[in-house]
């Protein structure tokens, strides 16, 4: 799943720009819809709805492409200075 930007939008401004807003969503934007300074929705893609209520077969193929691929190239945990280090 990718990253998603977060942007905050009233009520009013997401009834005004409702179409601006869906597009933003398609892109990858997320909205957090507040009413009177409260929390009331959040508008996502239809992509990380389905991750996130676990619909989302998709997400599990990434998660292991991503864990093969940390498995096939892991990051070298020794430091420069067990170079120097003689026993």
Known sequence: MKKTNQKTVTVNKLQS???K???DVEKGQ???VMRYSKPVAVVISPDEY???TGECRGCVKQLV???KSEAR???SETNSNDKNLKI
């Open 17 to 19: 720009d409702v179409s």
């Open 21 to 23: 807003i869906i597009k």
């Open 30 to 32: 997320t909205y957090h």
């Open 50 to 52: 389905e991750c996130l």
């Open 65 to 67: 492409a991503e864990l």
């Open 73 to 75: 190239n892991p990051k």
